[in-house]
């Protein structure tokens, strides 16, 4: 089930919920959704999330290099999706965006930045292992999260 069908459900359902953070894509890029299919389909979520008062943080898509079917092209997508979360998707940017998490920089090799950096690996180069989940939650500024007054 797509994220668009998921959030009324996952998010817009919940009461009390002041933020939704939009960590999605990888799918997306690996079976060929254009780099631009993607980001309409971030944006839609957030509009609709930013619709019903909620604060919106969009985390970048983390790298796949040695998944079986993550391509230089996939890897391609992956990248222009990122560039627009970061470079245009914050709200002061025109964007959708309430605030980006960049878990791609967090979890990516520097020496191979469309790989996961080995020791945050699972094992499948595709999902973050324990270490690397630790990584990313840690690189969370708990400010991003809350609405500002």
């Not at 079917?69 to 996939?74: E, G, L, P, Q, R």
């Not at 180069?125 to 840690?138: I, M, N, Q, S, V």
Request: aromatic share 4%.
């Amino acid at each position: 089930m797509s994220a668009q069908h998921r959030l009324d459900r996952d998010v817009l359902a919940r009461t009390g919920a002041r933020t939704v953070i939009v960590f999605e894509g990888i799918n997306d890029v690996r079976w060929g959704t254009s780099s631009a299919e993607v980001i309409s389909g971030l944006t839609a979520i957030a509009d609709r999330a930013r619709a019903r008062g909620l604060r919106v943080v969009a985390a970048t898509i983390a790298p796949c290099e040695g998944y079986p079917d993550c391509t230089a092209a996939v890897d391609a997508r992956r990248t222009a999706v990122n560039a627009f979360i970061r470079e245009q998707g914050l709200r002061e940017n025109g964007g959708p965006f309430d605030a980006v998490l960049d878990f791609d920089a967090v979890i990516r090799d520097p020496e191979r930045p469309s790989r996961m950096l080995p020791a945050y690996d699972s094992g499948d180069h595709l999902h973050p292992g324990d270490a690397g989940l630790r990584a990313l939650a840690e690189s969370i500024d708990l400010r991003k999260l809350v609405p500002r007054a």
